[in-house]
C-alpha cells in the first residue's frame, strides 16, 4: 500500500496554496451536517472569492424513500444537467470544500467523477485551512460571477465511478473483498443508532471511522494507511476506477455520503473503492437483511 510523504498532500486533495483560479476552475461549496443540512447562513457570512454554495440534499442526492435510504444518488442524466448549466463539463478544474473536515465535500467529489469530471479536487482541511493560510474570504451571495452554461452533450458516456448495491455489498467480505463501514465506532457495534432503523453493521464489514482520517485541524491525517492495513485493506485488493469493474474494496456508511470521503482516501493510498450509496440507512430498513453486533465483523 502507497504511504503519503509528509511535505505534500496527495491527489485527489489539494492544498489551499495550490489551488489556483482560471475560466475552466470552479470552486463548490457543500455547507452540510448532520445538525445542520442547510449551510446557506454560513455560507453568505463568509466564503472563497467566487464559490458557489451546493445544497447537498436538493443537488448531490434524490428525494429520500423506505427502499432507496436517505440520500440516494440522483439520476445521473439530472446531476449533468446541474453541472452544464453551472457552466461544469468534462474539462473543469473543480475544487470542492465545506467546513466539516470534508465529510460533506467528498460526496461532490465522488459525484463529480461519477459524472465524468476527472480533475475533481477536496480541498484539505476545508474553508478552515484556506483562512488559516491567509487567504481572502468575502460575504454575501452576490459576488459569484456568471459562468455560462454548457450543452448537455459535453458528458458521454455512462457512471465513471464503481458501485456496489446491498447484495453486492453483503457478499463481499465472503468473496475475498473487504467491505468498509466509515460510521463511528458506537454505530457499528450497535451501541448507538440516532439515525436509522436498526443497530449494528452488515456482517463482515470492518470498521474505519471516517472521523478518524483527519487530524486536528480537519486536514486529511498522515496515518491513514496504516489504519486501513489493520483492517486487511491493502494494494492486494485494489481494482480499476472504471465503472463495472469488479472491486474488492467496498465503502458504506449511515447514508452514502461520508463513505465518498473514505472512498478519496482510499484513493490517496492507490486504491479504488466502490461506493454503496444506499448505505446502512438502505440496508437496515430491509427487514430481511442479517445484521451484526458487536466490534466483531461477524
Do not use: K
Not at 464559490?51 to 447537498?56: A, F, I, P, T
Not at 424513500?65 to 446531476?79: A, C, E, V
Not at 443508532?193 to 472521523?211: C, L, Q, S
Amino acid at each position: 500500500m502507497a504511504s503519503m510523504s509528509a511535505d505534500r498532500v496527495p491527489a485527489p486533495f489539494v492544498a489551499a496554496a495550490d489551488v489556483v483560479g482560471g475560466s475552466t476552475t470552479h470552486v463548490l461549496d457543500v455547507r452540510w451536517r448532520l445538525d445542520q443540512p442547510d449551510g446557506r447562513a454560513d455560507f453568505t457570512a463568509r466564503h472563497i472569492p467566487g464559490s458557489v454554495y451546493v445544497d447537498l440534499d436538493t443537488v448531490l442526492a434524490a428525494p429520500a424513500g423506505p427502499d432507496t435510504g436517505r440520500h440516494p444518488l440522483p439520476q445521473l442524466d439530472t446531476f449533468r444537467m446541474w453541472l452544464v448549466s453551472n457552466g461544469i463539463g468534462p474539462q473543469s478544474r473543480v475544487i470542492v470544500l465545506d467546513d466539516w473536515d470534508g465529510l460533506a465535500a467528498g460526496r461532490a467529489w465522488w459525484m463529480l467523477r461519477w459524472a465524468g469530471v476527472g480533475d475533481a479536487s477536496i480541498l484539505d482541511g476545508g474553508l478552515a485551512a484556506w483562512i488559516s493560510d491567509g487567504r481572502p474570504v468575502v460575504s454575501g451571495t452576490d459576488d459569484t460571477p456568471t459562468t455560462a452554461p454548457l450543452d448537455p452533450g459535453v458528458f458521454t458516456g455512462g457512471p465513471a465511478m464503481p458501485t456496489v448495491d446491498a447484495d453486492e455489498a453483503a457478499a463481499l467480505p465472503g468473496a475475498g473483498g473487504v467491505l468498509v463501514d466509515a460510521r463511528i465506532a458506537p454505530r457499528y457495534t450497535g451501541e448507538q443508532e440516532p439515525m436509522d432503523a436498526r443497530p449494528g453493521h452488515i456482517p463482515g464489514a470492518v470498521n474505519v471511522a471516517v472521523t478518524d482520517l483527519t487530524d486536528d485541524a480537519g486536514r486529511l491525517s498522515r496515518d491513514v494507511a496504516q489504519r486501513f492495513e489493520a483492517v486487511g485493506v491493502g494494494s492486494a485488493v485494489g481494482v480499476g476506477s472504471a465503472a463495472g469493474a469488479s472491486s474488492a474494496v467496498g465503502v458504506y456508511c449511515g447514508s452514502g455520503v461520508t463513505a465518498c470521503f473514505e472512498v478519496a482516501v482510499l484513493e490517496t493510498l492507490g486504491i479504488a473503492a466502490a461506493l454503496y450509496p444506499g448505505s446502512w440507512s438502505q440496508y437496515c430498513a430491509q427487514p430481511q437483511r442479517v445484521i451484526a453486533t458487536g466490534s466483531d465483523p461477524g
